[in-house]
């Protein structure tokens, strides 16, 4: 038998050496010492041969646009979305189409495969959407892209915000989602979460919502959204994200919230460098971290991911698409540095998003044929030096390739 593709003696993250054999797009063979012949041989020897990295997590409407029309002075979150309402009435749907295709291929050279991206749906021009659903067929066959309609300004407080998610979902957009704390209040949040979890029960849907992005320990919201997940029968198909108000919590009242959200298998993204950056902006100090309780809500039995969020945008003037960097601020946050924790942050970024997006990604025979071969040996390597991405490989094709830097330095004696 002939196959596509042979990736060669590639060091698999739970440590095992293995060939892996991709034909028609899929994983044929994982197995040591595959005797057959391929149209290409990847020649991976003491290399971490990991699934695709994903980013479960982003705004790619507004990605790349940093400067303009001006910068976050206060580096707030609430000026960021002031700024993303002056920047969403001024950008043409050609710049989001272009910013976004360029950043998509930064990534996918950094070894992500798929995106899930919130785009902002409150635009009455709609440019927002169209440019997105035009960058999802673009990239179709090299990067999957999962699109949230993400009623920005608030899904009751934003006038016809609700006709807007719902005219999303009909031009082809794939997941419900919300903001419930931008509410003007508690109520109408607890009524937003309502109205998404209905919507998409009825559209059969997954819902992805912006939840309690704030250090009030009293936005409660994902108490709502997951009591209504199950209210609605939508178990194993509801993220919540951010959940950042749980870092400032009342243990007590952790102790009952995680259980229910385990209940109501709703998983849990958290996005470490931009927790880390715009939380706890009022505090003095102790300054609060502000990313939600990864290990704690790991311990619980919920799914966890990490996400990207922002790439120089109103919210974010650095990042680069690297899921690795997320991870590595992410264990740094969460105190996650003992061996097994380090190599679940790892998880974090590759198989736990998959779950989250039900994609079928991983090292298995009959899995898509996407993988990454990293300049490395083992998943905590790749955290600490966040190696080249030696080839990035989709449904069996190389979409990317990487040659290392090399360092000479001069020796000592």
């Given amino acids: 038998m002939t196959f596509d593709l042979i990736v060669k003696g590639g060091l698999l993250p739970d440590g095992r050496q293995a060939d892996i054999a991709i034909s028609k797009g899929r994983i044929a063979a994982v197995e040591p010492g595959i005797a057959a012949d391929a149209r290409e041989v990847i020649d991976a020897t003491g290399k971490l041969v990991s699934p695709p990295l994903i980013d479960c997590h982003f705004h790619m409407d507004a990605t790349l646009s940093y400067g303009t029309p001006r910068v976050n002075a206060s580096g707030t979150l609430l000026e960021g979305i002031s700024l993303w309402g002056e920047l969403k009435r001024l950008q043409s749907r050609d710049a989001i189409v272009a910013r976004a295709l360029d950043y998509c291929r930064q990534a996918m050279g950094k070894g992500v495969l798929a995106i899930r991206s919130h785009v902002d749906v409150t635009d009455p021009a709609f440019r927002t959407v169209e440019a997105l659903l035009e960058v999802r067929d673009a990239i179709k066959g090299k990067m999957d892209l999962q699109l949230v309609a993400f009623p920005q300004d608030g899904w009751l407080r934003a006038p016809g915000a609700e006709a807007q998610v719902i005219r999303a979902l009909d031009a082809g957009v794939d997941i419900v989602g919300g903001i419930p704390h931008f509410e003007r209040t508690m109520a109408d949040g607890a009524a937003a979460v309502r109205a998404a979890c209905r919507l998409a029960a009825e559209r059969g849907l997954m819902v992805d919502l912006h939840c309690d992005e704030t250090d009030d320990p009293q936005s409660r919201h994902i108490e709502t959204l997951a009591a209504e997940t199950i209210a609605f ?68 039995g919920v799914l966890v991911a990490f996400g990207q969020d922002c790439v120089m945008d109103p919210w974010y003037p650095l990042g680069s698409g690297d899921m690795l960097d997320v991870a590595h601020m992410g264990l740094h946050i969460a ?62 094709a190389v979409v990317a390739r990487t040659t290392p830097a090399s360092t000479e330095a001069a020796r000592f004696g």
């Avoid at 105190?335 to 998003?353: I, K, N, W, Y």
């Avoid at 990454?372 to 080839?391: K, M, N, Y």
């Fill in 233 to 300: 029968g939508l178990q194993g198909r509801v993220a919540g994200s951010h959940l950042t108000s749980m870092h400032s919590m009342d243990n007590y009242y952790v102790s009952k919230l995680i259980p229910l959200i385990a209940e109501a298998q709703v998983a849990a993204i958290a996005n470490p460098l931009i927790n880390i950056t715009l939380q706890g902006r009022s505090d003095t100090y102790p300054k609060r971290r502000g990313m939600t309780r990864v290990p704690e809500l790991m311990a619980g």
């Fill in 335 to 396: 105190l996650m540095t003992g061996t097994e924790q380090m190599r679940r942050c790892f998880h974090m970024v590759t198989d736990a998003p998959a779950q989250v997006m039900a994609l079928d990604f991983g090292l298995r025979p009959g899995a898509r044929g996407s993988l990454v071969v990293l300049d490395c040996a083992t998943p905590i390597d790749a955290l600490r030096l966040r190696p080249a991405r030696l080839s990035v490989i989709s449904d069996g």
